[in-house]
């Protein structure tokens, strides 16, 4: 019997993304939908400060004027179908932007959007109730300082809505994978029972979502890829039964290898058998990857459990203020040069906050890139001649932080010799805006599409409680008992990736040969993982790995993931840190030696 098939591609990972990618997906003439993801916890934020500035506004502007608007007489010329949660707070005022750009062109195109995830006007409801933080426990932030709420909805509305004729959909919120998953549900007809195909689907939009990282950006083996200047955005070639191959267009940069997909697949990933979305409940542990010809990969073998019983709602929501600046030392000894500054500067600026009668600021930091900072007690390098110094601080009143910019800039006569920088004037304070994650029964939200001004409905299922003890986990492997061992750099056995998600850090970790696997498990525990990120990790954090540190095994992909808590500095814009959302922590992990035999050891050229 033959597969039905659709090609699906993905052609932005964030609000900012090469505006090239549609341009490039449509000369290659071989998609069927033109899929768009804009949206993270501090973009909503964003999005949500413009529309209360100007109420036409709130969304990505750039998909109207960059994406759609040079490329939609191709759009419907080849009658491609786009999917793109753009709409950010306002997906009608987005669909209503959209749809004048295509009168004006004198197209035939129908807009939908998706409507029920904006939540804010019931900010003070939930401030009243019993709703907490879903990781912290904290209580609800003030109504007033609430920015945006936002819940995940999930893919069957898009779905809806493509199934009533829309030839572009646009959402507010819902979660990355939907606008793959909505495709896929309206391509081949699957329903809410057909949970190993609802995986699937969510996997191919996990690997599409972050566009071009799934075709070499942001690769371990980064040499290994050309052309990054004309990089191939990621397409699935999507089956009914689920199963897909990834590709990319011809002529185009980048690579598609197992080990780029595979880093994808375990990005910004916590539990891989619980991976919850608003449709299903993923497993990815068994995952398969094949290299069917060069830059093609096939996925197969993650399955689903039913929906849960809950959405997941992100409010973000206004919290102290920060300010911080970059400056660069050269020169002998340019580290300890830039201690010195360092010291004086926050010494400065607390006697003037004293003096106009200010409290101590709640948190500060310094990191000198260029001195190891990134490797905490693991730094090899000392005495750097060349540092770019980050010094930042956290305060409740603005006016801190303003005071600590300006002595910053005041001393910059009064320091130590080999002061550079390239900067366009100084920095000012800004709000921190914070996350706030909870559940909400799913029943209560009211979600409908609006199609050329045709409203429906999309009825909601109550979903199941998830219970984490129907896991069945994958047997570790067998540790290995070798006598004679040599010690190999991980980077040399292994590929890696890493992201966030809140405050919490997730590392990949991938076997580049399954015969490695046993080793990385048996070396990288969960406490040794902890004291290489002790620096980031609460104090004591090494001495308490298992509240800190989970390690999940995939042996699909003979791969590891550990998820870190709170190890990000409150993540995001509440951190001060110069990676608030570990994008490079794998390259830390990468850095360390594991044992392993001395026959694979010589192999590799290392005995």
């Given at each position: 019997m033959v597969k039905k098939t659709c090609r699906i591609a993905g052609a932005s990972g964030f609000w900012g993304d090469a505006p090239r990618a549609t341009a490039q997906l449509l000369n290659a003439e071989i998609v069927d939908f033109i899929v768009y993801d804009y949206?993270?916890?501090i973009t909503m934020s964003i999005m949500a400060r413009a529309r209360a500035k100007a109420p036409d506004t709130g969304y990505a502007l750039d998909f109207i004027s960059a994406a759609m608007k040079p490329n939609l007489k191709e759009i419907a010329r080849q009658g491609v179908r786009v999917v793109s949660n753009a709409g950010g707070v306002n997906p009608k005022a987005c669909a209503q932007a959209l749809g004048a750009v295509i009168a004006d062109q004198g197209l035939d195109l129908k807009v939908a959007c998706v409507l029920g995830d904006d939540?804010?006007?019931?900010?003070?409801?939930?401030?009243?109730?019993?709703?907490?933080?879903?990781?912290s426990g904290a209580a609800f932030p003030p109504p007033e300082k609430i920015a945006s709420i936002n819940v995940y909805l999930g893919a069957f509305p898009i779905a809806l809505a493509l199934d009533e004729g829309a030839d572009i959909v646009i959402t507010g919120r819902c979660v990355d994978s939907a606008v793959t998953l909505g495709a896929c549900i309206h391509s081949f007809g699957w329903g809410r029972d057909d949970l190993h195909a609802l995986a699937m689907g969510s996997l191919a939009g996990h690997i599409l979502e972050c566009g071009p990282q799934a075709t070499g950006g942001n690769f371990t083996d980064w040499e290994a890829v050309e052309d990054l200047d004309k990089i191939g955005y990621p397409i699935a070639e999507m089956s009914d039964d689920g199963d897909f191959v990834c590709s990319k267009p011809s002529n185009t940069g980048g690579l598609v290898?197992?080990?780029?997909?595979?880093?994808?697949?375990?990005?910004?990933i916590g539990d891989p058998q619980a991976y919850m979305l608003p449709d299903v409940v993923c497993d990815f542990s068994q995952v398969k990857l094949q290299q069917l010809d060069a830059d093609r990969v096939s996925v197969s073998g993650a399955t689903g459990l039913p929906a849960p019983g809950s959405y997941k709602v992100c409010a973000t929501y206004a919290h102290e203020f920060r300010g911080g600046t970059y400056?660069?030392?050269y020169g002998v000894e340019a580290d300890k040069k830039a201690q010195k500054l360092a010291t004086a500067i926050f010494k400065a600026a607390r006697q003037t906050c004293t003096s106009n009668g200010l409290s101590d600021y709640s948190e500060t930091s310094i990191e000198l890139i260029g001195a190891e900072s990134q490797f905490g007690a693991c730094a090899a390098m000392t005495g750097s001649r060349e540092v770019a110094m980050k010094i930042a601080v956290k305060h409740a009143d603005a006016a801190a932080v303003g005071i600590f910019l300006r002595e910053a800039v005041g001393l910059g006569l009064a320091t130590p010799?080999?002061?550079?920088?390239?900067?366009?004037?100084?920095?000012?304070?800004?709000?921190?805006?914070?996350?706030?994650?909870?559940?909400?029964?799913?029943?209560t939200v009211q979600i409908s599409i609006d199609i050329d001004g045709r409203v429906l409905a999309c009825p909601d299922i109550a979903g199941a409680a998830f219970d984490s003890q129907m896991i069945q986990r994958p047997t570790s492997p067998i540790t290995p008992t070798d006598n004679d061992c040599v010690n190999v750099p991980l980077l040399a056995l292994a590929w890696g990736r890493s992201g966030d998600k809140g405050d919490k850090a997730n590392v990949g970790i991938i076997a580049r040969r399954p015969e490695y696997l046993p080793y990385l498990f048996n070396a990288l525990t969960p406490k040794r993982v902890a004291q290489r990120f002790a620096h980031f990790l609460p104090p004591g954090a090494s001495d308490r790995s298992a509240e800190y540190v989970e390690r999940y095994l995939m042996p699909g992909t003979h791969a590891i993931n550990f998820l870190l808590h709170q190890v990000l500095g409150g993540g995001g814009m509440a951190s001060l840190r110069n990676d608030p959302q570990g994008k490079g922590y794998a390259q830390i992990l990468l850095d360390v030696s594991i044992p392993i035999s001395r026959q694979l050891a010589a192999d590799l050229g290392y005995a």
């Open positions: 949206l993270a916890e939540l804010i006007s019931q900010r003070d409801q939930f401030a009243n109730g019993d709703f907490v933080e879903m990781f290898s197992v080990a780029t997909i595979a880093e994808q697949l375990v990005y910004e400056m660069t030392f010799p080999g002061l550079s920088g390239f900067q366009g004037g100084r920095p000012r304070p800004s709000p921190i805006v914070r996350l706030f994650s909870f559940a909400l029964p799913k029943g």
